[in-house]
Nanobody, 125 residues
Framework: QIQLVESGGGLVQAGDSLRLSCAAS????????MAWFRQAPGKEREFVAGITRSGSTTDYADSVKGRFTISRDNAKNTVYLQMNSLKPEDTAVYYC??????????????????WGQGTQVTVSS
């Protein structure tokens, strides 16, 4: 059983940057595809970015392409989300998720069986 703990959220202004971290424990993170999802108030949770076990393949939601970068350090059992040029519409609770499914699209939420508790990101205009 893998446990995930997110950190790095906060209140920033539009145009600022933040880096979220997701620390994994209990199992080796390199055995899992990892992703970030987010949920804004009154909206459904949505895919943000995903990365395969080795880090060789990534995928992004169109809304964050060119601004966000997902990466991982398997030696540290940690996944990161670097968020640049933040916009007010990026305001949400950001969740880290892990999946053992290898041959599925990184954006498929139903394939992620383990989730962190979330970290709040608030971007003011």
């Amino acid at each position: 059983q893998i446990q995930l703990v997110e950190s790095g959220g906060g209140l920033v202004q539009a145009g600022d940057s933040l880096r979220l971290s997701c620390a994994a424990s209990g199992r080796t993170a390199s055995n899992y595809n990892m992703a970030w999802f987010r949920q804004a108030p009154g909206k459904e949770r949505e895919f943000v970015a995903g990365i395969t076990r080795s880090g060789s393949t990534t995928d992004y939601a169109d809304s964050v392409k060119g601004r966000f970068t997902i990466s991982r350090d398997n030696a540290k059992n940690t996944v990161y989300l670097q968020m640049n040029s933040l916009k007010p519409e990026d305001t949400a609770v950001y969740y880290c998720a892990a999946s053992v499914w290898i041959y599925t699209a990184l954006a498929t939420e139903s394939k992620y069986g383990w989730w962190g508790q979330g970290t709040q990101v608030t971007v003011s205009s």
